[in-house]
T-cell receptor, first 117, second 111 residues
Framework: DTEVTQTPKHLVMGMTNKKSLKCEQH?????MYWYKQKAKKPPELMFV???????INESVPSRFSPECPNSSLLNLHLHALQPEDSALYLC????????????????FGAGTRLSVL | SQQGEEDPQALSIQEGENATMNCSYK?????LQWYRQNSGRGLVHLIL?????REKHSGRLRVTLDTSKKSSSLLITASRAADTASYFC???????????FGEGTQLTVNP
């Protein structure tokens, strides 16, 4: 099973709402990632979890709050978002954390299309 | 910040033709990977080439790497309409740094 499952597929929220994005993998991967992708642009890294601990935060605004409850699950809690936060949010996982080794292949979910009104 | 540049930004070809996409990067790498993304979907890993390799094949894909020029190319032979997608190169640095994506090439294969 090489699947990363993200829910929901689509989300529309107002600027005062609180919502959560969920990501799940059962490949035994110990590194998990959140990316933000705008149309016609490459994914931008937001957060990295390594062995369930936050290892990288790319200076993401605090209105985005990640959580890794266990090695299979990754959440992204959203609060007081802005319209410019509308994007495709991608979750990914990999076999090892970044160490300059060859096995840094990442497996991506299908994403959550977020619209902030 | 994005390390890589890809060209062309967009490529339109007929089914059966070959498609070549190029990627350049700026810093030393451990490996370089190519990913495909269908419209509005997640990325799918295609192929990985290590810094000490010069060429790699996988099915209809051929990847080359020239570390002296800090560039790579992806060749898709005998293209199909189903190959229509965005293609991104991504590098992993020698210091164990992040997976850094290029700007991507939008490939359209016309039936």
């Amino acid at each position: 099973d090489t699947e990363v499952t993200q829910t929901p597929k689509h989300l529309v929220m107002g600027m005062t709402n609180k919502k959560s994005l969920k990501c799940e993998q059962h490949m035994g991967h110990r590194a998990m990632y959140w990316y933000k992708q705008k149309a016609k642009k490459p994914p931008e890294l937001m957060f990295v979890y390594s062995y369930e601990k936050l290892s990288i935060n790319e200076s993401v605004p605090s209105r985005f709050s990640p959580e890794c409850p266990n090695s299979s699950l990754l959440n992204l809690h959203l609060h007081a978002l802005q319209p410019e936060d509308s994007a495709l949010y991608l979750c990914a996982s990999s076999q090892v954390p970044w160490r300059g080794e060859a096995k840094n292949i990442q497996y991506f979910g299908a994403g959550t299309r977020l619209s902030v009104l | 910040s994005q390390q890589g540049e890809e060209d062309p930004q967009a490529l339109s070809i007929q089914e059966g033709e070959n498609a070549t996409m190029n990627c350049s990067y700026k810093t030393s790498i451990n490996n370089l990977q190519w990913y495909r993304q269908n419209s509005g979907r997640g990325l799918v890993h295609l192929i990985l080439i290590r810094s000490n390799e010069r060429e790699k094949h996988s099915g209809r894909l051929r990847v080359t790497l020239d570390t002296s020029k800090k560039s790579s190319s992806l060749l898709i032979t005998a293209s199909r309409a189903a190959d229509t997608a965005s293609y991104f190169c991504a590098t992993v640095g020698t210091s164990g740094s992040r997976l850094t994506f290029g700007e991507g090439t939008q490939l359209t294969v016309n039936p």
